[in-house]
């Protein structure tokens, strides 16, 4: 009996708490770094694409939303030919960004993309690049890996030794 | 003649007003259980959100009218008329302001407990004919709750009719003059404000249509303006009962300052209010607490109200 009498009264304080609506088109959401939105491609700081098209993202993904098809340069530097995301299909669950060995794919605090047209919300590689580097400022893939690339050899990578040559290894 | 035509106004009048009052009742109700609940309710229609209940009256006017294939056709069409029938019969006999309302008969407490008896009718048929093992249980619990409520709903008004002398609402009214009856009929008021809710199985007592056991209860089945009527019939019995509670317990009209008919509907807005409260705090209880309470607990309380009421009245009036 009492215990009703409390619930009735705490019920009644609660007149004059503040409400938490956020009364969102005319009110601007507070979204947080790490919100998992919309997904973009970033570039590494020389401008270059990061995405190495290893396809762990497209394999990662639960629900097949991510394809591509990888090519190599005349560098030696894979990239993917298309690399597209079907966002009707994307459930944001950010495996794709977990998944990602060179930082390329990043989920973004954005959720503002409805489209009347399904198709519409299929985003080419062209819509999904964009010119920064997203959340990892100054990595730079080629560079600290041990890949030989066009204009830079094995052990040339940062905090990288020489190759050991294993034939005058002997003692 | 003139007479007559007076009465026949006052009709028309409480019939608007009940309908005006009961879509902004639902207007209300949304608004104070997300003020409480710390939302907004509808506010994007109209000015606070006014409006929203007019658009979904126009929409629930246009949906699909669907009767089960299974369902029992006669019966499941008349059972919403029955629960706005009564309901709207019971209105009859509330005394709004000295000279306003509808009739006055000196069997006025018998009749409204009569028509909230048959109200019982409603939701029984209507899980019954709709041939779904959901709305039957929903009609039985309805049926059983109904049926237990009454008994010490109509035990609780005893005191008052004894105090007052007489079952004409008037007449109670009038014998509130000088003390409410909410003081020396303390307990009575208690147990006749629960047994109302339980009868118009409001959200604390709303086990008949309990939605997280019996999907809606005996209304499952209904679809359009067929569920429109179950639902403002529910909103205009929140009404009614606020009326009834005004008129046996808080002096009806009577007030200092202000015109009759403005203490009439402050009082009943207030109760209105309250069960909205209830409604956002209180959480529903099991069926067989429900049957516990109400023979266990109220029953042997509004008897020992009478009771002691009776011993009273008969102690008082043997001194003079």
């Known amino acids: 009996m009492f215990s009703i009498i409390k619930t009735i009264w705490i019920v009644i304080l609660h007149m004059f708490r503040k409400r938490e609506t956020v009364q969102y088109p005319d009110e601007e959401v507070k979204l947080r770094p790490r919100y ?27 629900v097949d939303c991510i394809s591509l098809q990888a090519t190599e ?34 989920l973004t605090p954005d959720f503002e993309m409805s489209e009347a047209d399904r198709h519409n919300m299929v985003y080419e590689k062209e819509d999904l690049l964009i010119s920064g580097e997203g959340k990892y400022p100054g990595y730079h893939f080629y560079k600290v890996a041990g890949l030989k690339i066009k204009g830079k050899d094995k052990g040339e990578a940062e905090n990288e030794d020489e190759p050991i040559d294993f034939k005058k290894l002997l003692p | 003649m003139f007479e007559l035509n007076w009465s026949a106004l006052i009709a028309i009048g409480v019939l608007l007003g009940v309908f005006t009052l009961a879509p902004g009742l639902i ?56 629960i706005m029938l ?4 019971s209105f009859a006999v509330i005394p709004v302001a000295p000279g ?20 019982a009718y409603s939701v029984v048929l209507g899980g019954w004919s709709s041939n779904n093992k959901y709305s039957l249980l929903g009609g039985l619990r309805a049926a059983s709750q109904m049926i237990s409520y009454e008994v010490f709903m109509g035990l609780s008004l005893l005191g008052v009719v004894a105090m007052a002398g007489s079952f004409n609402l008037r007449e109670i009214v009038n014998a509130q003059a000088g003390m409410w009856n909410i003081v020396p009929q303390f307990f009575g008021f208690v147990v006749f404000m629960v047994a109302g809710l339980a009868e118009m199985h409001r959200i604390p007592f709303d086990i008949p249509e309990a939605e997280s056991e019996l999907v809606a209860g005996f209304h499952s089945e209904y679809s ?19 009326a009834v509670i005004t008129t046996f317990f808080l002096g009806g009209w009577h007030g200092p300052f202000l015109p009759p008919m403005v203490w009439f509907f402050l009082k009943m807005f207030v109760f209105i209010c309250f069960f909205i409260l209830l409604r956002a705090s209180l959480p529903r209880p099991r069926f067989d607490q429900l049957m516990t309470w109400g023979w266990k607990l109220m029953l042997p309380l509004a008897i020992l109200n009478l009771a002691v009421t009776g011993a009273v009245l008969v102690a008082v009036n043997q001194g003079h």
């Open chain 1, 36 to 62: 998992r939105g919309r997904i973009i491609l970033s570039r590494d700081p020389d401008g270059g694409e990061r995405c190495v098209a290893c396809y762990l993202c497209s394999a990662a993904c639960p």
């Open chain 1, 73 to 106: 340069d005349e560098h030696g530097r894979r990239y993917p030919e298309f690399f597209r995301i079907n966002f009707s299909r994307c459930i944001y669950c950010g495996l794709c960004e977990e998944a990602c060995p060179t930082y390329a794919i990043q």
């Open chain 2, 27 to 82: 207007w209300l109700e949304r608004r104070l259980l997300a003020l409480w609940q710390d939302r907004y309710g509808p506010n994007r229609v109209g000015p606070f959100g006014i409006f929203q209940v007019l658009a979904d009256m126009i929409k629930i006017f246009f949906k699909e009218d669907w009767i089960p294939p299974f369902a029992d056709k006669f019966v499941f069409f008349i059972a919403p008329g029955i």
């Open chain 2, 86 to 89: 009564t309901v709207l019969m």
């Open chain 2, 100 to 119: 306003v309302g509808v009739m006055d008969i000196n069997v006025g407490v018998l009749f409204f407990l009569a028509m909230s008896s048959l109200g």
């Open chain 2, 224 to 242: 359009g303006m067929k569920f429109g009527m179950f639902f403002v019939g529910e909103y205009v019995g929140i009404v009614l009962i606020s």
